[in-house]
T-cell receptor, first 111, second 114 residues
Framework: TQLLEQSPQFLSIQEGENLTVYCNSSSVFSSLQWYRQEPGEGPVLLVTVVTGGEVKKLKRLTFQFGDARKDSSLHITAAQPGDTGLYLC???????????FGQGTTLQVKP | NAGVTQTPKFQVLKTGQSMTLQCAQDMNHEYMSWYRQDPGMGLRLIHYSVGAGITDQGEVPNGYNVSRSTTEDFPLRLLSAAPSQTSVYFCASDPQGGQGSEQYFGPGTRLTVT
């Protein structure tokens, strides 16, 4: 069974601080996606990484896929209250065609 | 495009009742999925479909049925509701089926079983 472990599960920081969320597995994934979810809504895709070692930047957000394609990280620089939400990583398997989701990281950024 | 739509938004059921959660998409995506979201457990796959007439079980299929008679619609049926099925249910579609393509999620149905 493929599992994705996200850490930390909860994070409460002040505006302007930096943070990193981790997504780890013992399984290899063909792709790794990060979603952001706001209360009362469905998750929305932030980024997809498919190559081991790949780094993608989205404004203040930096996403990295591990060299072995078993782990990923999301780094936010100078967090803002608008970054508050639930962040989910999801691993894609080319064998099964399914996405496996991590438990999620709830981020609260205080003004 | 409306994207992925789900109805109802909220539902309260008594134990033993049955109901159908509706899901529709207008993006002509072949792949559709149903997930449930519980605190601390992320999204867990219930059932999925790779095209009209084809469905398969996900991680937590017990107590749920699905059918896919058209590309657009993918209803989820609860046969006999139990308190353990209290959750938020999300329907999603995507064009490639977990092959690195974006999943488009509906707004969710919050279900409470008493």
């Amino acid at each position: 069974t493929q599992l994705l472990e996200q850490s930390p599960q909860f994070l409460s920081i002040q505006e302007g601080e930096n943070l990193t969320v981790y997504c780890n597995s013992s399984s290899v994934f063909s792709s790794l996606q990060w979603y952001r979810q706001e209360p009362g809504e469905g998750p929305v895709l932030l980024v997809t990484v498919v190559t081991g070692g790949e780094v993608k930047k989205l404004k203040r957000l930096t996403f990295q896929f591990g060299d072995a394609r078993k782990d990923s990280s999301l780094h936010i620089t100078a967090a803002q209250p608008g970054d508050t939400g639930l962040y989910l990583c999801a691993g894609g398997s080319s064998n099964t065609g399914k996405l496996i989701f991590g438990q999620g990281t709830t981020l609260q950024v205080k003004p | 495009n409306a994207g992925v739509t789900q109805t109802p938004k909220f539902q309260v059921l008594k134990t033993g009742q049955s109901m159908t959660l509706q899901c529709a998409q207008d993006m002509n995506h072949e792949y559709m999925s149903w997930y449930r979201q519980d605190p601390g457990m992320g999204l867990r796959l219930i059932h999925y479909s790779v095209g009209a007439g084809i469905t398969d079980q996900g991680e937590v299929p017990n107590g749920y049925n699905v059918s896919r008679s058209t590309t657009e619609d993918f209803p989820l049926r609860l046969l006999s509701a139990a308190p353990s099925q209290t959750s938020v249910y999300f329907c999603a579609s995507d064009p490639q089926g977990g092959q690195g393509s974006e999943q488009y999620f509906g707004p969710g149905t919050r279900l409470t079983v008493t």
